[in-house]
C-alpha cells in the first residue's frame, strides 16, 4: 500500500512539474513577445488592420500657347457607406433626409435609397457603394448630407479619390501632349510633354489612413489626409489651337483622300523655333486616322528631294557653283560606278541653270553639282551637313526622337556612289523635325534654331522655369547666300515643281519632294516600295514668320504620289487659313487732316451750344442728326419724320422753351 501511495505522489510531483515548467515557458514566451518581439508583432498586427494608402497627387495642367487648356487632372470620386457606423438614433433620424438629399443629387427615387440603405443596415454591409465618378463640386455637396456630415466614424461615409486625365480638345495633338502611365507589366511608358517633363507635372504623392473592416475592403480612419498630396506645375507649351485645328484637319483631308498609311505636319514659328502645331496621323485597319505615332520626331527616314536645300546652300557658300552656272540633264539620265540618276520627267530639261534645276527637282543637275564640285574633298561637304547637327539627334526633351544617317568619310557607308546619291536625298536618314530645322534656318535668314515645345513652367501665376531659345548654329551660311536660296525657293513655288500651290493672294516659298521607299527590296506594290510624298518651306516668303513640313507616306498610286499634289495642298491649306483668317490691323491714313466744311458745321453747332437758349432755335437747314443733339439739350422731346435736313419744324423759332415740349421735324 505504501509503495502504491508512493508511486502516485511520484506521478503529482512529475505533473506538477510539467506543470510548472509549461507555465514557465508560457511566461518567457509571453515576456518574449511583450519585451523582445511585441513591436514586430504590434506592427505586424498594424499593418494587417491599418495602413497607408497612397493619394497621387494632381498633375499639372497643360496649356498652349494662347491659354487653352491641353491637358488637365480631375479629381474623380467614389462614395460608400459603413452601414454599421451610425448608431441606430443617428440612423432613424436621417435616413429620411438623406434618402431626399441623395434622390435629388443622383437621379434615383427617395424610396429607392431608403430601401438600398436600410438592406445595407440590415445585411451588416460595411462597403455599400452609394455612387461612382463624381465630380468635386458633387462629392462636396454629397459630404454635407443629413447622416454624412456627421463623418466617416459617426456617419458611415467612405470617400475613395482617384485621378483622371482629361484632354479637352480631345484626339487632336494627343501624341505631342503625351501621357506618362504603367502597363500591365508594371513599367512606366511615357510619351509627349506629358513625359518628357513629368519631374514638373507629377508633383508629390499624399497618404491616407485606412482601417481594414472586411476581406480586401478598407475605410478611412479619418477625414482628414495624413499627408496632403502637392500639386504639379502647370506647364506653359508653344502649341497654338487654333494653328493646331487647321494643321490637323488639313493633313486628315488628304491622308483620307490619297488612302495614305500616315503621315505628318509640322508648323514652326520662325525667329522662336516654337512649334505652334504638329500632327502625326496614323491609318487603321478600319480605315480611321489616328495619332498612333510621333512621326515628325520619330521617323527617320531618307528626305528625298527636299535635301538639295542642302546642296544649294554649300554649293553657293563654298563658291563651288553660282545660280546661273548651267549644267546638261544627259537627256534626264547620268551614271555614276554604273548606277544611274535619273529625272522624273523623261528626257530631262536640255541645259539648265542651277537654280532651274533645283526650282525643276533635277537629280541630274544636283547630282552632278555635288559630285563634280565635292569629288576630290568631300569631307568638305560632309562637314557642312554635321556643323548642322544632321548627323545625330537633335536633343529634344520628348521621348523616342528617330537617329539620323549621314555616310561619314571612310565610315562603313561610304561608297563612290555616297556623293551624287546624297546629292538629291538617297543613302541619307533624316527626320522630318531635322529637314524642317533647316528650312526654318533659310526662313530665319541662317541662324538656326532648336525646335521648342515647352514656354515655361508655372505655379499659379509665378514662372517657376523659362525655356529660352537655343541657337544650333548662329549663321549657317553668307548672307548673300542666303538671298540667292530664298529667292530659288520662292521661285520654286512660283514657277518650279510647286506652281501648282501658288496663290498672288499670300506669298509662300518651298521645296517639294518625292522618295522612294524600300527601294531596295525590288519593284512593285508588293515588295514593299512606296512613295513618300513631302512639301518643306515657310511664309510669308518675303517676311518669313512660319516654317512648315508635311510628309504624307504611301498614297494610293492610282491617285498621285508627286510631293506638290500630295504633300504640297497641306502646305498650301496651312497658310492660306492663317493668312486669310488672322485679324489684320489696317491703318487709316490722313486721321488728322481737317475738312474745312466739317469744321464750319461743328464751330456753328458749338457756338449755338454756348448760348443760353429760353427759346426755341431755327434749325432749318442742319442736319437730323445736329439737330436733335441741339434740341434735345434743351430739354425738348424730338420726333423725325424723313431722312436728310431739316425743312420745316413744328414749334416755330422765338417759341418759348417748355420743358418736354414735343417738336417734330421734317427732312429731306
Known amino acids: 500500500m505504501a509503495i502504491e501511495d508512493k508511486s502516485i505522489s511520484y506521478r503529482i510531483y512529475l505533473f506538477a512539474l510539467m506543470v510548472v515548467i509549461i507555465v514557465i515557458a508560457i511566461v518567457v514566451k509571453l515576456t518574449n513577445i511583450q519585451w523582445v518581439e511585441g513591436d514586430y508583432y504590434r506592427k505586424l498586427a498594424k499593418e494587417r488592420s ?76 460595411r462597403y455599400y457603394l452609394i455612387a461612382r465618378d463624381l465630380s468635386y463640386t458633387d462629392y462636396i455637396r454629397i459630404k454635407s448630407f443629413p447622416l454624412f456630415k456627421l463623418g466617416a466614424y459617426k456617419g458611415g461615409i467612405i470617400v475613395e479619390q482617384e485621378t483622371v486625365r482629361e484632354h479637352p480638345i480631345g484626339k487632336i495633338a494627343e501624341r505631342t501632349i503625351g501621357y506618362e502611365r504603367v502597363d500591365h507589366n508594371g513599367k512606366t511608358r511615357i510619351a509627349g510633354i506629358e513625359g518628357a517633363f ?5 508633383g508629390k504623392d499624399g497618404k491616407i489612413l485606412k482601417q481594414r473592416i472586411a476581406k480586401g475592403q478598407w475605410k478611412p480612419l479619418r477625414d482628414n489626409n495624413e499627408v496632403e498630396p502637392q500639386d504639379g506645375y502647370d506647364i506653359v507649351s508653344t502649341i497654338d489651337v487654333y494653328i493646331q485645328d487647321i494643321a490637323h484637319h488639313a493633313l486628315l483631308k488628304q491622308l483620307e483622300y490619297y488612302e495614305a498609311d500616315h503621315g505628318s505636319v509640322v508648323v514652326m514659328e520662325c525667329a522662336t523655333g516654337e512649334i505652334k502645331a504638329i500632327a502625326n496621323l496614323g491609318r487603321e485597319t478600319n480605315g480611321n486616322y489616328y495619332e498612333k505615332l510621333n512621326y515628325a520626331i520619330g521617323e527617320s527616314q531618307e528626305p528625298g528631294s527636299t535635301f538639295k536645300l542642302l546642296d544649294l546652300i554649300a554649293l553657293l557658300d563654298d563658291k563651288k557653283a553660282d545660280t546661273s552656272t548651267i549644267y546638261d540633264t544627259n537627256g534626264g539620265e547620268v551614271e555614276y560606278y554604273r548606277r544611274k540618276v535619273r529625272d522624273s520627267h523623261k528626257g530631262g530639261y536640255g541645259k539648265i541653270s542651277l537654280a532651274k534645276g533645283f526650282e525643276v527637282s533635277s537629280n541630274t543637275v544636283m547630282a552632278q553639282a555635288i559630285h563634280n564640285s565635292y569629288k576630290d574633298n568631300p569631307s ?157 518651306g515657310y511664309f510669308p516668303a518675303d517676311k518669313p514668320k512660319y516654317s512648315c513640313i508635311v510628309i504624307i507616306h504611301k498614297p494610293s498610286r492610282e491617285k498621285g504620289i508627286y510631293g506638290a499634289d500630295v504633300a504640297g495642298p497641306v502646305f498650301k491649306r496651312i497658310a492660306q ?23 464750319a458745321s461743328y464751330e456753328s453747332y458749338y457756338t449755338s451750344m454756348q448760348k443760353k437758349q429760353n427759346v426755341i432755335p431755327n434749325v432749318k437747314g442742319m442736319t437730323g442728326m445736329d439737330a436733335v443733339a441741339l434740341l434735345g439739350n434743351l430739354g425738348l422731346r424730338v420726333k423725325i419724320i424723313g431722312v436728310g435736313k431739316v425743312q420745316n419744324q413744328s414749334v416755330l423759332p422765338g417759341n418759348k422753351i417748355d420743358k418736354n415740349t414735343l417738336i417734330t421735324l421734317e427732312l429731306s
Open 577 to 599: 487659313k492663317i493668312f486669310t483668317d488672322s485679324p489684320t490691323t489696317n491703318e487709316v491714313k490722313n486721321l488728322k487732316k481737317k475738312d474745312a466744311k466739317q469744321e
Open 50 to 125: 491599418v495602413k497607408n494608402f497612397v493619394i497621387p497627387a494632381n498633375k499639372g495642367n497643360i496649356y498652349s500657347s494662347d491659354g487653352s487648356l491641353l491637358a488637365t487632372s480631375i479629381p474623380n470620386y467614389k462614395i460608400r457607406f459603413d452601414a454599421l457606423a451610425p448608431t441606430d438614433v443617428n440612423f432613424n433620424s436621417n435616413i429620411n433626409a438623406l434618402a431626399d438629399s441623395l434622390s435629388g443629387l443622383l437621379g434615383k427615387s427617395s424610396n429607392e435609397y431608403r430601401t438600398s440603405l436600410t438592406r445595407a443596415r440590415t445585411l451588416k454591409n
Open 380 to 536: 568638305q561637304f560632309i562637314d557642312r551637313i554635321n556643323s548642322y547637327g544632321f548627323n545625330k539627334p537633335l536633343g529634344l526633351p520628348i521621348e523616342g526622337e528617330g537617329i539620323p544617317v549621314i555616310p561619314q568619310v571612310n565610315g562603313p557607308r561610304w561608297s563612290g556612289i555616297a556623293l551624287p546619291w546624297m546629292a538629291y536625298g538617297y543613302g541619307v536618314s533624316v527626320t522630318p523635325m531635322q529637314m524642317l530645322t533647316l528650312y526654318n534656318a533659310v526662313a530665319n535668314d541662317g541662324e538656326m534654331v532648336k525646335p521648342i515645345f515647352v514656354k515655361e513652367v508655372k505655379e499659379w501665376n509665378k514662372t517657376i522655369k523659362k525655356f529660352e531659345k537655343e541657337i544650333i548654329n548662329p549663321r549657317i551660311c553668307s548672307p548673300e547666300t542666303i538671298l540667292k536660296v530664298k529667292a530659288v525657293l520662292e521661285n520654286t513655288v512660283k514657277n518650279g515643281t510647286g506652281k501648282k500651290l501658288y496663290s498672288k493672294d499670300f506669298s509662300m516659298a518651298g521645296k517639294t519632294g518625292t522618295a522612294q521607299v524600300n527601294y531596295g527590296k525590288g519593284k512593285g506594290a508588293e515588295s514593299g516600295m512606296y512613295y513618300s510624298s513631302s512639301f518643306a
Open 198 to 202: 513629368g519631374k514638373y507635372l507629377n
